[in-house]
């Protein structure tokens, strides 16, 4: 649909409240004041909007521009030329343009349902707390990164176990099947060799790793963690598949194990780090830390 005051324009096929009917073979080409045609086709509009046909004015022209700065009016659905369409904006530029979502309402939200069983090419889909994307003939779950630590954590001068880093994982968050993975990096320097680092990796508050660095004096030595986890089961009880590599320079520790993980309760992961001494030239950073879900 063209806009006035220039243009073709072709009204639709419909009926109005008020038993008008649409004639489809009907066009105005240009702009002339009071056509009866266009005018009826405007009254037709007016009517739709609840406004008084003909108001004020009998001039068209004014009446239709009034449809764009109608007061208080919020924009819903438009259909722009060249077949673009706008939600939630008066002026799409592209096939389907969406207005920015807010702190309560989403932009987008798919409903959870089931997969097609046979993928189709370009389809997301949400099912089972995985949203899919089909690029060829396989529906694959989207990685998402979360908890990306955006700023370097030191702890120093204390005997504190300190927390230096926090993945964000709420109670009842997860399905059956739940990959996910940990990355985490920095360096250290001690005062002595007698003062030792602890970094500690823990899972709903509980300990599920621990590495003691070695009695050597270190000099901006970098520490490592790399993990990944499969959640297997769900429930108070549920099963999680877990490995767990840290390191501090030349000294490493590995955790391969099948744990119990209530996922009905809190899960955050977290990273401590505690120093045995106080000393001044005892310094720990933390430089990268985020979490990967794989689906």
């Known amino acids: 649909m ?3 005051p220039s243009d073709i324009y072709e009204p639709r096929e ?21 056509v009866t045609k266009l005018d009826d086709e405007v009254v037709a509009i007016e009517n739709e909007l609840g406004k008084e046909p003909k108001g004020t004015s009998a001039s068209v022209k004014e009446r239709i521009a009034s449809f764009k700065s109608l007061a208080g009016a919020t924009v819903d659905l438009i259909v722009a030329k060249l ?35 046979t993928p189709e090419k370009g389809a997301i889909e949400f099912s089972n707390g995985r949203i899919c994307i089909t690029n060829k003939a396989d529906c694959k779950a989207i990685d998402r990164t979360s908890d990306v630590a955006l700023e370097t954590v030191t702890v120093e001068n204390t005997t504190d176990e300190t927390l230096v880093w926090t993945g964000s994982m709420p109670a009842n968050s997860l399905e059956a099947g739940n990959v996910f993975k940990l990355h985490a990096d920095g360096i250290v320097s001690s005062d002595s060799a007698s003062d030792l ?41 549920g099963s999680r598949a877990i490995h767990i590599d840290l390191s501090i320079d030349e000294v490493e520790t590995s955790v391969n194990a099948v744990v119990e993980i209530d996922t009905t309760a809190n899960m955050d992961i977290t990273i401590t780090a505690q120093w045995n001494n106080a000393d001044v030239g005892d310094i720990f950073d933390l430089y990268q830390a985020f979490m990967q879900y794989k689906n």
């Not at 419909?14 to 002339?32: C, F, M, R």
């Not at 939630?88 to 349902?113: F, I, Y």
Request: aromatic residues 4%.
């Open 197 to 237: 680092i602890t970094i500690r990796i823990k899972v709903g508050g509980v300990t599920k790793a621990t590495l003691v660095s070695a009695a050597k004096k270190l000099d901006e030595d970098h520490w490592h963690l790399e993990a990944n986890a499969t959640q297997r089961t769900i429930g108070a009880t």
């Open 2 to 4: 063209t806009s006035y």
């Open 83 to 117: 077949g673009c369409i706008g939600i939630g904006t008066a002026n799409p530029t592209s096939l389907l343009h969406l207005a920015g979502g807010t702190t309560t309402k989403a932009p987008l939200k798919l409903t959870e349902g089931d997969l097609l069983t």
């Open 14 to 34: 419909k009926e109005n409240k008020y038993g008008q009917v649409y004639d489809p073979l009907k066009k105005t080409i240009t702009y002339v004041e009071d």
